[in-house]
């Protein structure tokens, strides 16, 4: 049954949205879920609701929380993913580089491990280092693909090019996870926090 333009049998106000509606299955009457939340009864039926909203209430709870919790996760793996490859590369740098360029990948690994402890700890800049530093791993990848095509080397055109694919990926993951912000706003050192 449409419940949408009906009115709500508890507050007698439409009902304007179909996800605030609910219907009790005895009688088929239509109210707003918050309505029934606070009568706690079915106004017609008199059928007990409060041990079905409260466990409906702890559903909602536990997928929120799965959802934070798989958010973490994304993060972090997406956080170490970049440091094992940029580990791999300072390691291969180690073989051709002097100790100026060698500093700079250095630096690259404390930077991401940074960013890595600012996620863990639910610290929201920690996403601009990581965004930061995959596009400069971008960038970098970019240059191998350029740099493999001028002297003939096939092997680093094609992994310059899965490189770049692969982080731009990521870069679009840790920007647009609504699950990484879900994450992020649950810490209470978060902006969110402060309005309430
Ligand atoms: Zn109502
Ligand atoms: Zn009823």
Partial sequence: MQLVGTSCNLCAQP????????????????FHI????????????????????????????????AE????????LACGL????????IAAVSCLV????????EVGRIVFLGGAIVG???????????LQFATLFAAL???????IGSQNGVPLFVYLGVLLLVG????????????KVSRYLDSWPSSGAQIHT
Avoid: H
């Avoid at 934070?68 to 993060?75: F, P, S």
């Avoid at 580089?97 to 700079?104: D, I, K, N, P, S």
């Avoid at 996620?119 to 280092?129: C, D, E």
């Fill in 140 to 146: 970098v990848s970019l240059r191998m693909t350029a």
């Fill in 68 to 75: 934070i919790e798989l958010g973490r996760r994304m993060i």
């Fill in 34 to 65: 918050s309505c029934l939340e606070q009568a706690g009864l079915c106004p017609k039926c008199s059928r007990n609701y409060e041990e079905a909203l409260r466990a409906l209430a702890s559903e909602r709870a536990n997928a929120a929380a």
């Fill in 119 to 129: 996620l863990y700890n639910g610290l929201r800049w920690a996403r601009r280092w």
């Fill in 167 to 178: 982080y731009c990926a990521v870069f679009s993951y840790i920007t647009f996870s609504g």
């Fill in 15 to 30: 009902i304007r949205f179909a996800p605030d509606a609910g219907q009790c299955p005895e009688c088929e009457i239509g």
């Fill in 97 to 104: 580089l002097e100790a100026g360029g060698l500093m700079l």
């Fill in 81 to 88: 993913t970049l440091l094992v490859l940029q580990l791999a």
